[in-house]
């Protein structure tokens, strides 16, 4: 109840929306273009991390400015496990929901040797943030993992990166109590506190976007999302997340204060 009550004193703030770049840590990723769409505005911002790329130049650059900013992390990539689609570098590679779920107890499994590098990275470029920093962590994007192996994740992050805010982002599981929960798409029904992601899910109309704002009016943190924010272009055949371009003269930035949920 003390960590409850300790969450929801943290988190009780007022509500803040901003954009998915899932892609940002792609090495083709316009960093320049994006910090410019904050211009003179707080930054608001979300990413995977290790699928795209380990080094992540762009999300150094992000932490290290001086602005207000408010970060959401993934630390690895379920989708790609439950799609069959990942690469070697990800820490899902050649696991399955059952394997992987036993792997997160083994620390010298490779499971956890790329989750603890990657937790490692992230640590690091908080440790050097500047200015006013409010970053939530999810270990496991859209995770197919069950609930205890999502704990032991979670703990292993606040052993690590105690400035940050623990994010349990199930795809189908109930959230565990005692963490921000984290829905995405059409699953707008979330226990607070939450952060809500639009995240595979497009929205064709304003009108529809103010349906999900306020069907999600109550989280503190909104994520807006496009294709494009994973360096895809719709419709067109899958591509690692590795080897894609994020070309900017395609992928129109969305400048703060230009997506409205209202």
């Not at 930054?43 to 992540?56: H, N």
């Not at 602005?67 to 439950?82: A, G, W």
């Not at 010298?108 to 790329?114: A, G, T, V, Y």
């Not at 105690?162 to 199930?170: E, K, Q």
Request: contains cysteine.
């Amino acid at each position: 109840m003390k960590l409850i009550a300790l969450l929801l004193a943290i988190v009780a703030t007022a509500q803040v929306d901003g954009v998915g770049y899932i892609g940002l840590c792609n090495p083709t990723w316009d960093c320049e273009k994006t910090m410019y769409t904050w211009l003179n505005k707080p930054i608001a911002v979300g990413w995977l991390e290790q699928s795209f790329g380990a080094a992540c130049p762009c999300a150094g650059r992000i932490l290290f400015d001086a602005r207000p900013k408010t970060i959401r992390v993934h630390l690895i990539n379920s989708p790609c496990m439950r799609n069959n689609r990942c690469e070697k570098h990800d820490a899902l590679y050649g696991y399955n929901a059952v394997t992987a779920a036993q792997a997160v107890y083994r620390p010298k499994s490779r499971l956890r040797k790329k989750f603890d590098r990657t937790l490692q990275r992230v640590k690091y470029r908080v440790k050097r943030a500047r200015g006013e920093l409010t970053c939530y962590v999810s270990p496991c994007l859209e995770c197919d993992l069950n609930g205890n192996a999502r704990k032991s994740l979670l703990r292993l992050v606040s052993r690590r990166v105690r400035r940050c805010i623990l994010v349990d982002n199930p795809l189908r599981d109930t959230c565990l109590p005692g963490y921000v929960c984290e829905k995405h798409g059409r699953d707008t029904t979330i226990p607070q506190p939450c952060i809500y992601d639009l995240d595979g899910t497009k929205v064709r109309s304003n009108a529809e976007l103010k349906q999900y704002g306020r069907l999600t009016n109550g989280c503190e943190l909104r994520f807006y999302w496009s294709h494009w924010m994973n360096c895809n272009v719709e419709g067109k055949p899958f591509v690692p997340p590795s080897e894609r371009v994020c070309n900017s003269s395609v992928y129109k930035m969305m400048k703060a204060g230009e997506i409205k949920w209202k």
